[in-house]
């Protein structure tokens, strides 16, 4: 679901928003590492530089000089992905960016965490970062997740990320805690509720693969699921982990579609969240176009970046009865079309055309690794931490009704716990 590069990455970012701790010491090596790839990522299109100019991107990557010379430059030469020319007085001249394909860089994490000598609670943590943000878990079940570090360093493990906020304990029975990543699962009674019920129902692997399955195809038709069996399915949508998508069309007929409920929120801050449900609705009706409709869609994204672009798209007869839903819903509006028995679809709401595309986008990416997104990797580079995004929105709100609305959803939101999906 995540790999450790995108893991390393996120959580070296994470970390720096927080002062020194004896957690935050004891996950020292995954925030260097973090580093490291930060560093990596922002050179990967850069040929040579000079000492300088590395010198002021590693500033903009909250790496100081003194660490950039002593530690950061040194381990990315034993990765083989710089190499460094000094000069008589062993003062940096340039830098020559040796930055392997993405898929390598992604796959090297494992390298870099071997030089790093990371110890077994920090390996732990990555893993339980993994198992927390795939789906809330019982504390027993979480910490099974990462026993192979061993149970003491899975357990202290936890605790770390407990003091830094990358995962959330509460306790809705007795002597029964949960855990979970609070960045992405945001209601907390209902999280707790639905980890308690999987486990009762020893259905906690079955919701886990399918979760897994989501995540890589947003939007995946629900007959095309092949991870688990329809009853876990109706299991995992009965208890909040799963949400169900239907898209009917005017002739009367019918498909579902299966998402996660916080969408496209990330580990370690804010992303895409869809309250309404209009985005599922919209990725939902343009996967159905291109695989059920008679007339199929070829290009979902590209008729979408049409419709965005001149606000208008098609001209043909489906458009007049595969859309009826998203037209009540004020997505957009069906008007007749150049020929006789022709429809056009004029869009209405362009932020959930835009958020749908992201998503339609992301699916089926070729660039997957065996656990994690290459362009997660990249779409890293807008991390905001979640506490200093909610202050910057306070004190920069404009004074507008829709800015106003959107400050009292995020104030709400804080008081009430949040639900999911937003």
């Known amino acids: 679901m995540l790999s450790d590069a995108e893991l390393l990455l996120g959580l070296g970012r994470h970390l720096s928003a927080y002062e020194v701790s004896p957690s935050h010491a004891a996950l020292d090596s995954l925030q260097f590492a973090g580093q490291v790839y930060e560093l990596a990522w922002r050179l990967r299109n850069s040929q040579v530089s000079t000492g300088n100019r590395i010198e002021a991107i590693a500033i903009e990557a909250r790496v100081g000089t003194r660490q950039l010379h002593r530690d950061v430059l040194p381990t990315m030469e034993q990765l083989g992905w710089v190499e460094c020319r000094r000069d008589a007085e062993n003062r940096l001249v340039s830098v020559e960016a040796l930055i392997p394909p993405n898929e390598v860089l992604i796959a090297d994490a494992s390298r870099l965490l071997d030089i790093l000598l990371v110890s077994s609670v920090q390996r732990a943590a990555l893993e339980l970062i993994r198992a927390t943000s795939r789906q809330p878990l019982p504390v027993e079940a979480a910490i099974q997740a990462a026993i192979q570090w061993g149970e003491e360093a899975a357990t202290a493990a936890l605790g770390h990320l407990e003091a830094v906020n990358l995962v959330r304990r509460i306790e809705h029975e007795v002597d029964r805690p949960v855990v979970f990543n609070p960045n992405i699962w945001t209601n907390d009674q209902q999280a707790a509720t639905a980890a308690l019920r999987a486990q009762d129902a020893r259905a906690s692997m079955e919701v886990g693969a399918l979760l897994e399955e989501i995540a890589v195809a947003p939007g995946i038709p629900e007959k095309h699921v092949t991870s688990t069996e329809q009853r876990w399915i109706d299991f995992a949508v009965s208890q909040g982990l799963v949400e169900r998508s239907i898209v009917q069309t005017s002739d009367g007929s019918e498909e579902r579609f299966l998402f996660s409920p916080h969408l496209k929120r990330d ?156």
């Open 267 to 422: 580990a370690f801050g804010t992303a895409l969240t869809d309250p309404s449900g209009h985005v599922r609705q919209l990725v939902g009706s343009m996967i159905y176009a291109s695989t059920f409709a008679s007339w199929k869609l070829h290009s979902p994204g590209g008729f979408l970046y049409t419709l965005i672009r001149d606000g208008e798209a098609g001209n043909v007869s489906n458009i007049g009865t595969d859309y009826p839903m998203l037209e009540t819903a004020g997505t957009i509006q069906v008007v007749p079309g150049g020929r006789s028995g022709t429809f056009r679809m004029v869009l209405l709401q362009s932020d959930i055309a835009e958020s749908a595309l992201s998503i339609i986008d992301s699916r089926g990416s070729t660039n997957r690794g065996d656990a994690g997104s290459l362009q997660n990797l990249g779409d890293q580079r807008s991390y905001s931490h979640v506490e200093r995004e909610r202050a910057k929105m306070a004190s920069v709100a404009d004074t507008d009704d829709r800015e106003a609305a959107r400050l009292i959803a995020a104030l709400r939101d804080v008081a009430s716990g949040g639900a999911f999906g937003v």
